[in-house]
Each structure stands twice: as structure tokens, then as C-alpha cells.
């Protein structure tokens, strides 16, 4: 698919100091709208997520799904040299996107005070688990810390076993896209005003952020009311949540409106005449009786197919609790390039995560993507970016300032 207008980026430059999903996957997300993003890696071994995934010669699949598209410039940051060369960027940078733990990034002397006085119109993005300020500030870790100080951790699970942790980087990913946000709106700031910014994202504050009722009634309630934790039905509504069939599990979720489809799907045209389901309050009040009777009518028929389809036929909101692999060949999800493509010189090619949002100006291409070995990049951007010559950059391979992937790297997960 091609596409003869610009995209909303085009012209913006990015420098990238990132690892893991975070700060990647804004980076990653800016240069999907079209700017051209740098990723400074400072060692041979380069981002850790290049250990993880299917590995390769020094090749991953993690590592391609987050930074596909971007230059790779491998940089000693503990040699002077190779701070001056950031510090030469900076000039010609629109935005710094950074995830390492607070106070990293100032001490090897990229800190914004020092970045904003070369550039006073840089956008800078630190991105952390709990932000820069506050008395966590200084904590490392990872997305699953994130939840379980936001008491996140907590509601996930049966309630009478402990907490689970889902499989999946929820708040990697979702505090770089909310960081990716964050620098579109003060890039659209600077149009308007001339300024740069500073901007602290925290995977501690994306996850609070995802409380979509318990707080306010938590705390108006207090001492009444304790969030907890329901396993696969939800805790406010009935029903909701996730039954067996045959074959698979279903989700279903009826708001008040809609149990009168629900009642006639399951042959109960009447269903709200009676006194333990004509509200939501009194459902979950009966919420057993309610699952045991769902899961009734569900037995009758020979598969998951068979439900689904009387549910349908008076729209009652439901769906199959697919598998991954079920997921990943759905003809929604590839129709829409939900699931794209990606293609690396050693790993082969492989499905990963498209981006989330459709853009009318400009459709999303459906060419493979692909990701660069550590320091691939180097010449291209010392030249182009810094205007070095040939001699100056072979002497900072020399000396060891430049630094490029040569050797295969070992695998930490597969």
C-alpha cells in the first residue's frame, strides 16, 4: 500500500537511549508516524531485549517487534568522546526519549538541564517505574513493580489463592504509548508557543490510571467497601466474566439493557421477572445462581460455535476466549494489520503487534518491517547528522567510541 502523503512526523528527529519495552515502544511508535528515530546503544551486547525472543546471531524477534525501523548507533557512553558526540546531536534533535532509572541519565551528563540549555526546544521523555519524584523514585525495576504498587496486582486472581501476574508487558506498553501521546501534545506545544519540555512517565501512574471505578468508591466507602480480587467474573457486574462450554471458554457481558436478548437467547423471555435478576445489584447478590444457570444452557449445545451463534442472533455482547494462535490468524486482526509482518536478515520472518490507531491521511503500509544490528547505523549518522569524515570515524572505531555488532550474542530466554 503506498501513500503520497507525508506522514504526521515526517521531518521530527528522535533520539533514542532506551532498552527492554518502555521507552522503545514510544520511540518505536514516534517513528510509525514518520520521524526518523536514532537508538544509542552502549555496549556490544546493545539493548537487553536483544538476549530475548528467538535468537539468532545476535538477531531477536523481541527486539525487533520494539525497534523495527529505527537507526542503530552503538556509543561507549563511558568515554567522553562519546557523550560529546550526543551532545553534538542534541542541537538537531526534536525529542530525547529515555527509560533508564532516575538520576542515570544525569550522571553521565545528559541530563535535561544540560540538554535544554543546547537545545531549549527539545522535547525529553524519562520514562520509569515510579516517575522522578516522590519516595519510590529511585527504585529500579520492571513493568510487574509498576502493578503491584498500584494495587494492580492485588485484584488480579481467584480470591482464595494469591495474586497472579499476567504473561504480558500491560504497563510497558501501555505507559510508552502514553508517553508517545505525551510528546505529541508538547511537539504540538512547541508549534504554538516555541518551548520545550520536560516529561516524567511513570508505569506506576499508567497502572492507577487504569482503576476504572474501585478508587473513589473505595475511599468514599472506607472501612465498607474492599476491592477484591473475583478470578474470571467481574466484581461490579453480573453477568460478566468468562463460562465454560464444550469445547472452550466464552466471555459474556450484559449490561441492564440488554438481559431482556440474553433472557430470550437462553429460551427465559421472563427472565427479569424474576426477583434475584431484575437489577445488576440483585444479580450479583445471586451471582452463583446466575453462572449456574448460564452454564446450564451453555451445556446444551454440542460446542463453543453453537453458543456463540444463539447469543449473536439477539446480540448479546460475547465473544471466544481465543488462544493466542486462534488470535494471531483471526481474519479481523489480519485484515486490519493488527498482525503485521516483520523480517530480519538471520531470524527470518514473523508475525508481531501492529500498531493501534488507523490514520485516514495516511493508511498503514503492509510492507515487512525490519530492525538494524547494534551500531549498523553508525556511519549514516556521524555523517549525515554530525558531518564527520571518513577518517574522523574510523579513529572513534579506534579508539573505541564507536562500537558495532560482530559476533554472535547468547540467548537469555527463549
Given at each position: 500500500?503506498?501513500?503520497?502523503?507525508?506522514?504526521?512526523?515526517?521531518?521530527?528527529?528522535?533520539?533514542?537511549?532506551?532498552?527492554?519495552?518502555?521507552?522503545?515502544?514510544?520511540?518505536?511508535?514516534?517513528?510509525?508516524?514518520?520521524?526518523?528515530?536514532?537508538?544509542?546503544?552502549?555496549?556490544?551486547?546493545?539493548?537487553?531485549s536483544r538476549r530475548?525472543?528467538?535468537?539468532?546471531?545476535?538477531?531477536?524477534?523481541?527486539?525487533?517487534?520494539?525497534?523495527?525501523?529505527?537507526?542503530?548507533?552503538?556509543?561507549?557512553?563511558?568515554?567522553?568522546?562519546?557523550?560529546?558526540?550526543?551532545?553534538?546531536?542534541?542541537?538537531?534533535?526534536?525529542?530525547?526519549?529515555?527509560?533508564?532509572?532516575?538520576?542515570?541519565?544525569?550522571?553521565m551528563g545528559l541530563?535535561?538541564?544540560?540538554?535544554?540549555?543546547?537545545?531549549?526546544?527539545?522535547?525529553?521523555?524519562?520514562?520509569?517505574?515510579?516517575?522522578?519524584?516522590?519516595?519510590?523514585?529511585?527504585?529500579?525495576?520492571?513493568?510487574?513493580?509498576?502493578?503491584?504498587?498500584?494495587?494492580?496486582?492485588?485484584?488480579?486472581?481467584?480470591?482464595?489463592?494469591?495474586?497472579?501476574?499476567?504473561?504480558?508487558?500491560?504497563?510497558?506498553?501501555?505507559?510508552?504509548?502514553?508517553?508517545?501521546?505525551?510528546?505529541?501534545?508538547?511537539?504540538?506545544?512547541?508549534?504554538?508557543?516555541?518551548?520545550?519540555?520536560?516529561?516524567?512517565?511513570?508505569?506506576?501512574?499508567?497502572?492507577?490510571?487504569?482503576?476504572?471505578?474501585?478508587?473513589?468508591?473505595?475511599?468514599?466507602?472506607?472501612?465498607?467497601?474492599?476491592?477484591?480480587?473475583?478470578?474470571?467474573?467481574?466484581?461490579?457486574?453480573?453477568?460478566?466474566?468468562?463460562?465454560?462450554?464444550?469445547?472452550?471458554?466464552?466471555?459474556?457481558?450484559?449490561?441492564?439493557?440488554?438481559?431482556?436478548?440474553?433472557?430470550?437467547?437462553?429460551?427465559?423471555?421472563?427472565?427479569?421477572?424474576?426477583?434475584?435478576?431484575?437489577?445488576?445489584?440483585?444479580?450479583?447478590?445471586?451471582?452463583?445462581?446466575?453462572?449456574?444457570?448460564?452454564?446450564?444452557?451453555?451445556?446444551?449445545?454440542?460446542?463453543?460455535?453453537?453458543?456463540?451463534?444463539?447469543?449473536?442472533?439477539?446480540?448479546?455482547?460475547?465473544?471466544?476466549?481465543?488462544?493466542?494462535?486462534?488470535?494471531?490468524?483471526?481474519?479481523?486482526?489480519?485484515?486490519?494489520?493488527?498482525?503485521?509482518?516483520?523480517?530480519?536478515?538471520?531470524?527470518?520472518?514473523?508475525?508481531i503487534p501492529g500498531?493501534?490507531?488507523?490514520?485516514?491521511?495516511?493508511?498503514?503500509?503492509?510492507?515487512?518491517?525490519?530492525?538494524?544490528?547494534?551500531?549498523?547505523?553508525?556511519?549514516?549518522?556521524?555523517?549525515?547528522?554530525?558531518?564527520?569524515?571518513?577518517?574522523?570515524?574510523?579513529?572513534?572505531?579506534?579508539?573505541?567510541?564507536?562500537?558495532?555488532?560482530?559476533?554472535?550474542?547468547?540467548?537469555?530466554?527463549?
Amino acid at each position: 500500500m503506498t501513500n503520497r502523503n507525508p506522514r504526521m512526523l515526517q521531518g521530527y528527529r528522535v533520539l533514542e537511549l532506551g532498552h527492554f519495552v518502555a521507552g522503545p515502544t514510544c520511540a518505536k511508535i514516534l517513528g510509525e508516524m514518520g520521524a526518523e528515530v536514532i537508538k544509542v546503544e552502549r555496549t556490544l551486547q546493545g539493548d537487553h531485549s536483544r538476549r530475548f525472543g528467538i535468537v539468532k546471531d545476535g538477531a531477536s524477534t523481541y527486539f525487533v517487534q520494539h525497534n523495527h525501523g529505527k537507526l542503530c548507533v552503538g556509543l561507549d557512553l563511558k568515554k567522553p568522546r562519546a557523550r560529546e558526540l550526543v551532545l553534538a546531536m542534541v542541537p538537531k534533535l526534536d525529542v530525547f526519549v529515555e527509560n533508564f532509572a532516575p538520576g542515570v541519565i544525569d550522571a553521565m551528563g545528559l541530563g535535561y538541564e544540560e540538554l535544554r540549555r543546547i537545545n531549549p526546544r527539545l522535547i525529553m521523555c524519562s520514562i520509569s517505574v515510579a516517575g522522578q519524584t516522590g519516595p519510590l523514585n529511585r527504585i529500579p525495576g520492571y513493568d510487574y513493580i509498576g502493578a503491584a504498587y498500584a494495587g494492580i496486582t492485588g485484584l488480579l486472581g481467584e480470591p482464595d489463592r494469591p495474586p497472579v501476574t499476567p504473561g504480558l508487558a500491560i504497563g510497558d506498553v501501555s505507559t510508552g504509548v502514553a508517553a508517545a501521546m505525551a510528546v505529541g501534545f508538547a511537539l504540538l506545544h512547541r508549534e504554538r508557543t516555541g518551548e520545550g519540555q520536560y516529561i516524567d512517565a511513570s508505569i506506576v501512574d499508567t497502572y492507577f490510571h487504569m482503576h476504572e471505578q474501585n478508587v473513589p468508591v473505595v475511599a468514599i466507602r472506607e472501612g465498607r467497601y474492599k476491592a477484591r480480587r473475583t478470578g474470571s467474573m467481574h466484581p461490579s457486574m453480573s453477568p460478566c466474566g468468562v463460562f465454560p462450554t464444550r469445547d472452550g471458554y466464552i466471555f459474556i457481558i450484559v449490561q441492564q439493557h440488554e438481559m431482556g436478548r440474553l433472557g430470550r437467547a437462553m429460551g427465559k423471555p421472563d427472565i427479569l421477572d424474576d426477583p434475584r435478576f431484575a437489577t445488576n445489584r440483585d444479580r450479583m447478590k445471586n451471582s452463583a445462581a446466575m453462572r449456574e444457570m448460564i452454564e446450564a444452557w451453555l451445556m446444551t449445545f454440542p460446542g463453543r460455535a453453537g453458543a456463540l451463534a444463539a447469543l449473536e442472533a439477539h446480540r448479546v455482547p460475547c465473544a471466544p476466549v481465543l488462544t493466542l494462535d486462534e488470535a494471531m490468524t483471526h481474519p479481523q486482526l489480519i485484515e486490519r494489520g493488527t498482525v503485521r509482518k516483520a523480517r530480519d536478515k538471520l531470524v527470518g520472518e514473523f508475525p508481531i503487534p501492529g500498531i493501534p490507531v488507523r490514520f485516514s491521511a495516511w493508511p498503514q503500509s503492509d510492507a515487512p518491517v525490519e530492525a538494524s544490528m547494534v551500531g549498523a547505523d553508525n556511519e549514516r549518522v556521524m555523517r549525515e547528522m554530525l558531518g564527520l569524515s571518513d577518517d574522523e570515524i574510523a579513529a572513534l572505531y579506534a579508539d573505541g567510541v564507536l562500537i558495532h555488532h560482530t559476533l554472535p550474542l547468547p540467548a537469555e530466554n527463549a
